[in-house]
């Protein structure tokens, strides 16, 4: 299948103070391709999109469009759009309070006299809603259009502004069914025009359901480009997370399991649980002195499962048992009173203060459990902050300076430190070693362990898999917003962790 | 590189009372130069007398209003402009009491005790108002306050039905003015008790940190267990409350309740010393005695200003440049500015070598 | 994943809001008239009355209806009627400038506030409420530097143009029979002509659509190619343009310029606009709605000037309570609509 080239990047790099974003990048598009883009957060995929789209600067390497004689260089998104790129995000970035018919044409509004002609814009939109079938009228306004809708108005926007090149960043993350196979007709029939899309998403099943290529990248680097009809599920996985099929060497550290086998009330128990719209819902038993992990790419609903845990999303259904007593919660303090504590998955939004000292952040936790009117002295903040500082051995210049002035790492034992303070039962642990250094990773893995050993059950999320089969003595294997399995035991290891990840036994093996 | 130890010029202006302080100083030297007489303090009739005197002396409902305006803004990033018709509500409603409904009186008619309860409860009540708009509906905390700002004084006049109660009462005239034989003002006593009370309640609970928490990151905050709505809702109780106790010492000085005037344009002099006070006008940690000293400075830039002869009606010009200078200041992309400017000098300044 | 259920609902919440007002307003007027109907409330009269006394309000409520669809809001504008009033009676009675000029004094200092604060809150990006606080403080006090006392209008010009009746072809008949035409002054026709304006501005043309698309989410108009921070300057000149215009009408009918005037006349303003169906949060509000809203406005303040026995305080707290209502209402759908979407 010989299509014509649209678009290539090479030997795209780019890098931040610290950090080498992209090296070495390359991207090749066609003509009526939908072309999959994939990688871990941190792969460097949102950096290459920014790169293209002209938010970034890119520092080495070339654009070519169309096989112009000359490379481009978008300096900005409008020149972007003008060369005949345009980008639809997630946000879908429209303006609620608008018409559709207006969101359409905001911008470059038909006139007459001077004036907006709207019965034109109308009719105009009419006809260009009707060419991609979607099922809107132009006067609606475009706060009552369902997410799927509104995500269809900003690409017939893009592509009424002549796009050869259309981005689409995570546009189902949001969607039902339904709405995304709306959503693939809309985008056939623009592969059909001759459009060349470029789908970023970390849904397999839809990658394999519509998209042409695939090109994945992984911490920055290119891995390779491939056809989908020639990827299997189980090798795309591999190449996200970066382990050959063939490499199953495993370091499970010794360490005792099955101390707190006798224990046969679980410390958590959830039936049923679940939130709607963003983890359906699921069992769950976590015994002491248990790690058990959760896996799956990224928004197969992870976090989504220990928000519910932990009441920071309330849920919509099912029970939770706590050391076998009914447990009502709806807010982190009702959990953190149940001896929980939750170490969240972003940390620079959810989990650090900023301004806030290195020892008012370690001991807030507590304290807030103790309530308003017992404050902690000053002596004994100090100690805990001490102690932390040194047993998670957190490079601070002392336990006054502002948290936000400790690298990522640093601030991440401060948060650890924090629920280590509150003395939990129970542990969550989302994605603590994301954005760490080799030599902190490992610390906080031997940590996890020597928590479990002294009888603390703890969930350990990550997407390093080989991480978590160091320190999981179970794991969950989400999927796509739901729990499609439970592996333990002799199933540990890189290949079935891999598979039931990848699963879908109907396409690829 | 080894760190050097910090030398004491360093440590004295990060110090985050420096800025505060020093404007102060600035202030007071102003004054002293035009007035040299400024720190003379004497005692006639048993009483003291001099400039200094009368620029804490009434300093005092600002220093209250300013505490109760540090937390609001700490807390929810906002401010509360409401606090000056709050007060004429306080007072309306303790010089009514005390004077039974009639216009005036010289003897209490209903006790004082109840008078100043009521008013603080009224006051209160003000605040929670304003706390349930902001906290519970998330409506921006000038809009919501600008509905007591505009209805209040017209609440304080129905109180007073139209007309300026008095209470010509000895003991009522204490609050604003001298406690038996002592020297000193009683409304700088009240002031200071009340900050000192604040604080203490601040720093004995875990209030502050707690407000300071919840102004800088909210989410993070309540997922580490603290309920930010509440925690808001009292700061805009606890500011109620404060103008209620000015209130009452604003019409303790004039012994009487004027809806129209008490409290004029202090709301303005409470944002300003907060923003003065070196605190962050969008939230975050605070520091109350920054706020106090900030609004000694501008009782005292008022007094300069009267000297100057500048009305109390044109007052307003002068702190409204001021306010725009310092949030001019603060903002962040004033602050960009600085940091492109600083970056670029010290490359030119290293000759350019990075590539 | 289950199959959601699409509900069908061509239920608008904003224009719901818009019809509440226009039958809030008809109620109060109605009501006026039955109640009132023995001291004249049911006369052409009162209503055109009712355009007369709120020219400057219609004409300030338009420009604060601008700013606040781009989600900013001016507190300043009482100030500058204040301002203005002051110095046009100052430059006609002590300075003896002709009225022409102090009209266009008038434009110039709405202009002036316009851009100054419109700079501070596009390009510096600090919040409009503290910086309008600000104009607020500076014009009143700057009204008392002017002049501590009050001036008053004395200038034939100036006078004859106030008092300069136009005659409608309708009217009502007195006691006795003669037939009393009812008239409006050409304030009001200034008034109405700049509503047409602004609405045919907000309708039809880019400006004004851009003005909703920025308040509607700004970094999605920033995104599609929307100037923004040049359309939210633009907003906020216009807006002072049209406080000043707005002043000017003041000073004709308050003919005099003193320290107190048009206190409080921001909340008037913005309750005119928020009643009208302008939404706090921006991205919603239309100029024929806060015309209603000022309408409201004149007509309790009406009711209660023809009651005689109320304070008119009350009119201040009955259109603070109002206020107080539909902020609440704008919050319970804003709510309504969330849960709706999640």
Redesign the interface.
Known sequence: MNQKILLTMKDISKSFPGVLALQHVQFTLRKGEIHALMGENGAGKSTLIKVLTGVYQLESGEIRMDGAARPIVNHSPQEAQANGISTVYQEVNLCPNLTVAENLFLGREPRRFGMIDWKTMNRKSEALLKSLEIPVAPAAMLEECSLAIQQMIAIARAVDMRCKVLILDEPTSSLDDDEVEKLFALMRKLKAEGVGILFVTHFLEQVYAVCDRITVLRNGGFVGEYETKDLPRVMLVAKMLGKDLDDLAEIKSAHSEHRFEEEKVPVISARQLGHRGTIKPFDLDIRKGEVVGLTGLLGSGRSEMVRVLYGADRPDCGKLMVRGRKAKISKPLDAMKLGMGYLPENRQRDGIIAELSVRENIIIALQAKRGMCRLMSRREMDEAADRYIDLLQIKTAGRETPVKSLSGGNQQKVIIGRWLLTHPDYLILDEPTRGIDIGTKTAIQKLVLSLADQGMAVTFISAEVEEMLRTCSRMLVLRDGRKVGELSGDELNQETVMQTIAGGGEDDG | MAETKPSVWKKITSNRLFLPVVCLLVVLLINVIRTPAFFQISIRNGVLYGYIVDVVNRASELVILAVGMTLVTAASGGQDISVGAVMAVAAAVCCQILSGGKVTTSAFQNPLLLAIVAALAASALCGAFNGFLVARLKIQPMVATLILFTAGRGIAQLVTQGQITYVRVGTYQVIGGYIASCPIPTPIFIAIGTALLVYLVLNKTALGLSIESVGINGSASRLVGLNSTMIQFLTYVLCGLLAGVAGIVASSRIYSADANNIGLNLEMDAILAVALGGNFLGGGKFSLMGSVIGAFTIQALTTTLYAMNVSGDQLPVYKAIAVVIIVTLQSPVFQEFLKARKVRRRRTAEGGSCG | ????R?EK?TF?G?TFLLVITIGLFLAMYIAGMVVFSDKGFGKPQMFLNLLISNAGLIVIGCGLTIVMVTGG?D?SVGSVIALVCMVMADLMENKGVSPYAAVLAALLIGLAFGVVQGF?IS?????P???T??????G??????VS?EMISIKNGLFQSWAKCRIYMPFGSYSNKGKFHPAYIYPTVVIALVVLILII?MM????FG??L??I???Q???L????NVKRTKFLAYVLDGFLAGLGSFLFCLNSLAGF?EQAK?FE?DA?SASVIGGTL?TG??GTPIGTFFGALIKGTISSLITTQGTL?S??V??AL??L??FF??LQ?VFAAM?RKK??
């Open positions: 994943m289950k199959q959601r699409k609902r608008n904003n809001i507190i501070l390009y510096l990006n600090i919040q409420f503290i910086v606080l600000a104009g607020m403080f500076f009143r006090g700057l009204t008392a530097v501590k045919v309708k039809y043309s880019k659509r851009q909703y698309a308040g509607g989410n970094q999605s108009a995104m599609m190619g929307l320290v409080g909340m913005i706090l991205g919603v304070s305080w009350w201040r707290i603070s309570v206020l107080c902020i609440v919050s609509k979407h999640s």
